[in-house]
Each structure stands twice: as structure tokens, then as C-alpha cells.
């Protein structure tokens, strides 16, 4: 072993790389790994960067571990435990100078991965594995279980707490306790007897999380839909939109069947592509249930035309879209922001969009909530814009939070007894100056209400006409209805009672984590700036404030064409000199480091050099 | 052509067990071409409705786009309609009614927005076995962009501008058999007598009822070489035929002759009277419809009443284990699990 700094140790601050095959049995280990931090109250954050593939490519999972609470990821590699050969060139190369290179040493590493500055922790896992069990899965996914034993002896994790966590995880099926206890064992037993250990860099018990949980964001989609009210989910398969309707489906199967008859108060449907997903959920709010579908950026594609329909008839409509990078196919298991102009704007004619950006799963848990009530007061579609990076991996947040007494804002629905009262009713009257007219349900009173929904043009009783000002009444009542939106949808979060300083920063979610920790960065330098975290589209006046009130404001974002940018230029006119873009595109999540160094480049530049005349 | 529907009626028409007169299920007047067979369709619709009295407002009329999908608008104005997207309202009557299953959901659909744009949604459906009625108004073109062929054009069928259709035209009702439909009928807007019992018997049923209507293009489709015009229709439908009235650029309405008759028992006790079957035919068995479906074609015959039918029949409701109640009758206190079983979701997250 070459060199190991000796003279400084690191707790709670490093970033471990796996790089294993996928299908391998390596996610739940390495799952084990990160869970076991996170129950000694440290922050933890993991990425999971995984192949478009079900078996034998690399997959990579990353975890940063983090005392001040810096969730975003981080560039730099302390500790890489390299399973894989088929990446061993790539995985040695990622190593940071100083940092560690942990393999399987069952067969001799090729001189060329070895680099003069870096430590090496061979660990003969396969030979281990193979030794000690003799099913050939269990030698398979074992050797994953090694590893993790050997890194609790190497980082100084407790051992209870991935017992205490096996212990959960094998409820019920106690035998398969022990030989993963004894997996790990063998990994410790290891470190014990050939390394130097722990490593200079290592993690200590905390209590900095409190009651958190750690959730992924799809999950929380889910469950926010439970928690909403969502009757009916229409949903096609795609990557990484995926596991919110089967999160509604494991939280409904549990929550939502009823005791008495054991049937189901919620309807679950696969269908063959995205445009029936949408028209199912366009179909089921018309006649008053909730619904909604999940999709990635091809779907939301696909769903263009029927969000068109469900803007002009006027239809609550829920959409999730987890982002992935585009465009086409693009990198399907990869994150971006990138699906902001194509939702925003998604459909022919002037149409426009409410878009809400949650950043962390219990914003998840809330937005989607929060999505019914504004699509049902709006009467229009909502798009929750999450991503692959907030979707898919693990976060930790504070604990979700319901309160029994909140209602559901079902809008302007007009039942019988409401019919009763009135002389003539026009669906698409604006009865309250608002811009939003009330709508009846199907099969609500004998003799009226009834109206006949249409993507064409019609008059305020719903009745078809070509006549020009009927239609041009009716865009400008949505209009209207879009500024009414603006007050209604969630306000954006101002870091600071008032801005004060020159230059801000605009950012959404999952920007925010990278995009707070560079702010901590900046004021450490002595560079201060205000910040605005949005939370939704339409903007509304503190958006506007905030862009007026600074000399510079940094749009960050994850995609290449500064997407919320452009947003911010088209809606608000937001001078385009004063908009900056701090842009991540690689399909990986943003860092810190990344928002930095472009904050710095351009301040720089700006800076007025003094020439001699 | 008058384009404001006259309000006046006999103040001694008929009243069905509801109270209702037929005008009370009528719907707005139709903007289609004088003839269209679709305002046929439309009549019968009003018709059945009346006779099944039916509270319109607990029926939901949903189509797509096209001269088929605006006849909604024509038929049963106290009903809430959807004029849905092209080739889409398969997908809008399948949220729709899972929404809320104790309506008659009622798609109407043409031959582009089935056969072609619609293809993938109409096989799903069927597949789904979505409790609604599923009529296509068949006319072998595209009628609102002046007379293209369509999917269901035959081979080798000539339009109004002369041009001959090289595809194989696709048959729907075998199509819908194929895919496990339980209720499929094929009928011709022109016989009302025929149709108006289908479309009872398809209400009825309790699963997706397909019903394919060959209804003339008289503005497009009706010339000397056509397969779907008003003539080559009436000769080829399977039984005789005759013929009421004919003037110019009116509706024309053909009525049979009683032909062969089979009573098949539908799900809920009623019955329907078959007309016009060919006489190994058993309607019950899907492989004999299959096959006269086949030889009828060598024939260049057009079948018409019911092609094939299983009275016993799980919709998707049952196949999903659904709730008796309407989901969109359900309140806070059926649908949220509230702040408690948060604690426990929480709990399980550390």
C-alpha cells in the first residue's frame, strides 16, 4: 500500500463510490451501506446511476455522506469499491489523489489500473464467497455483503445498525439473517487482519437527523395521491416514472381496500401508451374523480394533444413527470430538468400550463397533494415537475405531515340542489370574475346541467360555434383564469426578508441542494447573494421583484438551453442581460462545485478591468 | 335545409313509462349532409333511448372526431357529452366510467377514427372489456375532409373522384370478435327496425357491445363502384330488402322483411329477436360466426344483426375488484388514511 495520509481524519465527509454489474444483488447491499449511516443521524445521500439494461452492464452508486447537511452531490472520489472489471479503467481513473481503491482481488489486478497516488484495498471477495457458502447465488450476492463488512470496519460504521437493519429487512424470514451476518463478518474480519483501519476519513454517530426519514420522490408521489384522494391512476411503463403508480398501487392495496367487502376504492390500469394514460385521466376528473398518470418526457410528448383538450374543455387533469435526459430516447436513466418549455407549453394553439418543481420527496408527498386541489379549483392540468435524480433515489427529508382537518378543494362543482337555483346554466360562463366557470358532473340532475365538453370552440353555454368573438371571449377568460392561478399556486421561497444584494440566484428542485450549498460557499468567500428557490409556474410578483431588484440574477438549471430561463423572458419579460445561466446538461445531478466555478467565471468577467489610456 | 330546430311537437305524442316523449331525446339539429345514413343512426338512438326509457342524464355520449362524433350532439341533449380527440375516446370512456360505473356509457365512433387513428385504443378497449356501447359509423371515408378512403374501404371500392383503393379493407366485427368482444353486431343506418333492437340489446349488455353500422356517405362514398353506398349496401345485405322512400338528398330508410328469427336471452332476463341470420348460425358460438363472418365475405355479402354474442361476460369493473359505489361518490373519509397512518408510513422510513 502506498501512502495513506495519516495526519488529518475526516468525519462525516466523503463520497464512496460502487461500481458493480447490474442484476448482481449489489443494490440491496449497497442499500445496507447507506441506511446503516443514515441511522447513525448522519446526512446521507445516494445515487443510484444505473444502466438502461435489467442484467450484466455497470451500475454505479454513489454516496455522499455529509455533516453540514449538504445533500446535493459531490465531485471527487474518497473510496471506490470496484466489483466491476468490465469499468475497472473508468473506476480507477475517477479516484481522487489520496483516496482509495477498493476491488476484488480474487483475480490480479491488471498493472495498468495501478496509480502511484492513490491506496488500493484488495479484497479477495469472489474467493471469500465462494469459500464460505456454496449455493451459487448466495456466493453472488454475498460477496456484495462482504464488502459492506469490510466498509464498516474501514469508515467505522456501527455494526448494530446494519443488524438492527437486517433484522427489519428479514422480518419474518430470520434464517437469512445469519449467513448475512456471517458475510459481513468475513468482510470485517478482513479489514481486521490486513488494513490499516478505520480510514482517515470515517463516519461518527450523530443525532443531525432528528426524525427524518429517507424516501424516494416517486414513492412520495405516490402516496401523496393516496393521501389526496386519487381513485383512478392510468399509467404507461416508463423509466423514471415508473415506481410512482406502483407506489399508489402498494399504498392503496394496503390503505385503500375496503374492510367490509374488501374491494378496492381505487382502479389501477395499465394502458397501451401514454395518450390512452391521459385520456383515461382526462376521462375519470370529467365525471368528478380524482385521477392522474405519471410519465417521463416521450410520454409527456405523447400526452400533447390531450393536454390541449384538457386546457381548452376546461378538465382537471394530473400529470407527474419524472424528468430524464433528453431529448428522444436521450439517456433514459439519467436526470435533467429539461421538460420545462415542453410542459409549459405542451400542445397546439396557445396553451400554457400549471407547472409545480418540489425538490425533495416530502415536497413530493405535498405538491401532489396540493395538484388535485389546483387542478380541481383550476379546472385545468397540473404537471409535477420531478426528475430522474429526486424520483428514483433515496433522499432524506423531514418526516411527511398530514393535517386531518384540511379539506379537499374540489372547485366549482355544481350539484343538483345548486342546478336548482339557477335560471340557465353556462358551463363556460364567468360567473365570478375569475376566470373559472362551474362545471357539472354526469348524471347530476334530470333536466339540467347537462353540456357537451368539446375541444372546439364554443359559446359560454358550451355550444358549438365558429363565431370570432365567442372564441376570442373565451382565451381571454383563460387568461384570466391563468392570473388567477398565479396567486393560488405555491408562492416561491425567498431565502432573505428583503433582497439586498447585487447579484441572485434563481433555482428549482433538485438544483436547490447543489444550489444552497454553493451559497454557503460563496458567503465563506465573502460573496454574498439573494436567492429564490421557485416552487411553481405561472410566476408571480415576488418572481418579478426579485429579477427587478438585482443587477445579475443566475438561472440554474439542469438542461442545455437555459429551459426556465427562456420561461422567465417569455412570461415575466425578464431583461435577458441580467439573466445568467448556470446550466448542467451530462445528465448526472448538478453539484456544488459546478454552480461555483460558473458564478465565479462570470462574476469575473464582469468585473471591469482598468485600462491604460 | 332550416337551421333552427323546430320546438314544436303533438301535445299528444306518446309518453314513455318516465313521462318522457321522444323529443325529450332529441338533441340538437344536425349539421350533416342531408341523407347522411349518421342521422339515421342518431334517430334510432333517440328512439331506443325513448322506448328503454332511459334517464338521459344517467347516460354519458362520448365520441371522437369526425362527421360520426358529432352526432353525439344530435341525439339526447340532457346527457353530458364528450367530443373527445381523434381516435381517443376509448381511453376518455374508460376513465369515465371508472370514475362512476352506474352510467350508460355511450361511444360513437367512425371508421378513420377507429380502423386507423383509433386502431390501438379500439383493441384495448375491447380487450379491457370496458362496459359501454361501442357504435361505428361506418362509411368507408373520410367524410370531413371530402372523402379519402378510410381503413374500412374495400379493396378495390371506388370513391367520387374515381380513385380505387389498392388495401384490404379491415373488418371490424371480426376484429372485435378476435379480441374477445362479448357483444358484436353489425347492422346498416338505413334499417332502423334492425337497429334499434341491436342497440337495446347492446345497453343491455353488461360488458363492451360493439356495434358496426355501415352507414352511406351520400356526399363522398355513394357512387357507382363504392362498397359502402346506399345501393351496394341494399344489395348485398344478406336478406331482402325494401325500400321506403328515396327522394333526393333525403334520409333513405330501408325496412326488411321478417327473415329468419332467434331468440337469444340476454344477461339480465330480457331477450332479444334476431333477424336475418344465416341458418347454421348460432350467435352464442364464436367459432360459427367466425366462419359465416368468412364466407359471407367470399360472397361479397354484408351481414347484418347480431354476429356473436356471450351473455356471460366480466366487465372491468369486476376484473379490477372496484368498489359497488361510484369512485367518484367516495369522500375524505373513505379515500385519505389520515395523519395516524402517517406515522407508521414515517416510522417504516427510518
Known amino acids: 500500500m502506498s501512502a495513506i495520509e495519516k495526519n488529518k481524519v475526516i468525519v462525516n465527509d466523503f463520497v464512496v463510490r460502487f461500481a458493480n454489474v447490474n442484476g448482481t444483488g449489489s443494490a440491496s447491499a449497497n442499500y445496507l451501506f447507506t441506511k446503516a449511516i443514515f441511522r447513525m443521524g448522519v446526512f446521507v445521500t445516494p445515487k443510484n446511476i444505473f444502466p438502461s439494461n435489467i442484467q450484466g452492464l455497470p451500475t454505479w452508486y454513489e454516496v455522499r455522506v455529509n455533516e453540514k447537511g449538504y445533500l446535493g452531490r459531490r465531485e471527487g472520489i474518497d473510496l471506490m469499491v470496484a466489483v466491476n472489471p468490465q469499468s475497472f479503467a473508468k473506476d480507477v481513473a475517477s479516484v481522487r489523489p489520496g483516496g482509495y481503491f477498493m476491488y476484488d482481488s480474487s483475480k490480479k489486478l491488471h498493472p495498468e489500473y495501478i496509480r502511484p497516488d492513490i491506496n488500493y484495498l484488495p479484497i479477495p471477495l469472489m474467493q471469500m464467497s465462494n469459500d464460505a457458502f456454496t449455493d451459487p447465488r448466495q456466493r453472488q450476492l454475498f460477496k456484495n455483503i462482504i464488502y459492506v463488512g469490510a466498509l464498516t470496519a474501514l469508515l467505522d460504521i456501527e455494526f448494530s445498525a446494519i443488524e438492527g437493519l437486517l433484522a427489519d429487512q428479514f422480518k419474518g424470514k430470520e434464517k437469512l439473517i445469519a449467513p448475512n451476518i456471517k458475510a459481513l463478518q468475513l468482510g470485517v474480519d478482513f479489514v481486521h487482519k490486513n488494513f490499516t483501519y478505520p480510514l482517515n476519513f470515517r463516519v461518527e454517530k450523530r443525532d443531525l437527523l432528528k426524525d427524518w426519514i429517507m424516501m424516494e420522490g416517486n414513492a412520495a408521489c405516490g402516496l401523496g395521491a393516496v393521501y389526496a384522494g386519487a381513485t383512478v391512476a392510468a399509467w404507461y411503463p416508463i423509466t423514471p416514472s415508473t415506481s410512482v403508480v406502483e407506489a399508489f398501487s402498494e399504498y392503496a392495496a394496503e390503505m385503500r381496500v375496503d374492510e367490509k367487502t374488501g374491494k378496492n376504492n381505487f382502479a389501477i390500469v395499465q394502458a397501451e401508451d401514454e395518450l390512452a394514460a391521459i385520456g383515461m385521466v382526462i376521462g375519470a376528473n370529467w365525471n368528478g374523480a380524482r385521477s392522474f398518470t405519471a410519465t417521463s418526457g416521450p410520454g409527456v410528448s405523447l400526452m400533447n394533444e390531450f393536454l390541449g383538450l384538457a386546457y381548452f374543455a376546461e378538465i382537471p387533469t394530473v400529470l407527474i413527470d419524472v424528468q430524464r435526459t433528453g431529448p428522444s430516447t436521450g439517456m433514459p436513466t439519467r436526470t435533467q430538468q429539461s421538460d420545462i418549455m415542453e410542459a409549459a407549453y405542451a400542445s397546439h394553439g396557445d396553451t400554457k400550463h400549471i407547472l409545480l418543481f418540489p425538490s425533495t420527496p416530502k415536497e413530493c408527498f405535498e405538491m401532489t397533494a396540493e395538484a388535485f386541489d389546483l387542478a380541481e379549483q383550476l379546472q385545468t392540468p397540473v404537471i409535477m415537475m420531478t426528475d430522474l435524480d429526486l424520483g428514483m433515489n433515496d433522499h432524506v427529508c423531514p418526516p411527511l405531515v398530514w393535517d386531518d382537518k384540511r379539506e379537499y378543494k374540489r372547485g366549482k362543482v355544481l350539484d343538483a340542489e345548486a342546478l336548482e337555483k339557477i335560471a340557465k346554466f353556462g358551463r363556460y360562463l364567468d360567473v365570478d370574475g375569475d376566470g373559472i366557470p362551474y362545471r357539472t358532473l354526469p348524471g347530476t340532475h334530470p333536466t339540467k346541467g347537462s353540456y357537451f365538453t368539446r375541444g372546439t370552440s364554443r359559446d359560454e353555454y358550451a355550444v358549438y360555434t365558429e363565431d370570432s368573438g365567442a372564441y376570442q371571449r373565451n382565451m381571454d377568460r383563460l387568461i384570466k383564469k391563468w392570473h388567477t392561478a398565479q396567486n393560488i399556486v405555491p408562492a416561491p421561497h425567498l431565502y432573505q426578508d428583503k433582497n439586498k444584494h447585487k447579484n441572485g440566484l434563481i433555482f428549482f428542485g433538485t438544483s436547490t441542494y447543489s444550489s444552497e450549498e454553493a451559497m454557503d460557499i460563496l458567503k465563506e468567500e465573502g460573496i454574498f447573494v439573494d436567492a429564490l428557490r421557485l416552487k411553481s409556474f405561472p410566476f408571480n410578483k415576488t418572481v418579478v421583484d426579485f429579477i427587478d431588484q438585482h443587477e445579475k440574477v443566475f438561472v440554474i438549471e439542469q438542461n442545455r438551453d437555459g429551459q426556465l430561463k427562456s420561461l422567465l423572458m417569455i412570461e415575466l419579460q425578464a431583461n435577458p442581460q441580467k439573466l445568467i445561466s448556470v446550466l448542467n446538461y451530462d445528465g448526472m445531478p448538478i453539484t456544488a462545485d459546478n454552480i461555483l466555478n460558473q458564478i465565479k467565471k462570470s462574476l469575473s468577467l464582469s468585473t471591469p478591468t482598468v485600462k491604460a489610456n | ?350
Request: one cysteine or more; charged letters at 20%; glycine letters at 8%.
Open chain 2, 1 to 350: 335545409m332550416t337551421y333552427v330546430k323546430p320546438k314544436f311537437r303533438h301535445p299528444e305524442l306518446p309518453k314513455n313509462k318516465l313521462g318522457y316523449s321522444v323529443d325529450y331525446y332529441e338533441g340538437a339539429l344536425s349539421t350533416l349532409c342531408a341523407g347522411c345514413g349518421h342521422d339515421s343512426i342518431s334517430a334510432a338512438v333517440v328512439q331506443t333511448c325513448f322506448e328503454m326509457n332511459i334517464e338521459p342524464h344517467r347516460l354519458a355520449k362520448l365520441s371522437g372526431i369526425g362527421c360520426s362524433s358529432k352526432t353525439p350532439a344530435y341525439f339526447l341533449s340532457n346527457s353530458h357529452g364528450f367530443n373527445s380527440v381523434h381516435g381517443r375516446m376509448p381511453s376518455v370512456a374508460t376513465g369515465a366510467n371508472l370514475a362512476n360505473k352506474d352510467l350508460i356509457y355511450f361511444g360513437v365512433s367512425g371508421d378513420g377514427d377507429t380502423a386507423s387513428i383509433g386502431m390501438g385504443q379500439f383493441v384495448h378497449v375491447i380487450r379491457r372489456n370496458l362496459n359501454m356501447i361501442y357504435i361505428v359509423m361506418n362509411n368507408g371515408c373520410y367524410g370531413l375532409t371530402k372523402g379519402q378512403d378510410s381503413a374500412t374501404a374495400d379493396e378495390g371500392s371506388k370513391n367520387k373522384t374515381g380513385h380505387v383503393n389498392l388495401f384490404e379493407g379491415i373488418d371490424l366485427s371480426s376484429l372485435a370478435i378476435e379480441l374477445g368482444a362479448t357483444f358484436v353486431a353489425q347492422s346498416f343506418s338505413g334499417d332502423k327496425d334492425q337497429l334499434i333492437p341491436l342497440i337495446k340489446a347492446a345497453i343491455k349488455h353488461p360488458g363492451f357491445a360493439f356495434i358496426n353500422v355501415i352507414s352511406p356517405c351520400v356526399t363522398f362514398n355513394n357512387n357507382v363502384g363504392s362498397t359502402k353506398s346506399y345501393d351496394y349496401v341494399r344489395e348485398h345485405v344478406e336478406a331482402t330488402a325494401t325500400i321506403d322512400f328515396v327522394p333526393e338528398m333525403t334520409e333513405i330508410i330501408t325496412s326488411y322483411e321478417e327473415g329468419s328469427l332467434k331468440t337469444v336471452k340476454m344477461h339480465d332476463g330480457s331477450s332479444i329477436e334476431l333477424h336475418k341470420l344465416a341458418k347454421d348460425w348460432d350467435p352464442l358460438d364464436k367459432i360459427s360466426a367466425m366462419n359465416a363472418i368468412q364466407h359471407a365475405k367470399q360472397k361479397h355479402e354484408i351481414l347484418t344483426g347480431l354476429l356473436y354474442m356471450n351473455p356471460e361476460t366480466t366487465e372491468l369493473h369486476k376484473l379490477l375488484n372496484t368498489s359497488d359505489r361510484a369512485l367518484n361518490s367516495l369522500k375524505k373519509k373513505e379515500l385519505c388514511p389520515g395523519s395516524k397512518a402517517l406515522v407508521d408510513i414515517n416510522a417504516g422510513l427510518r
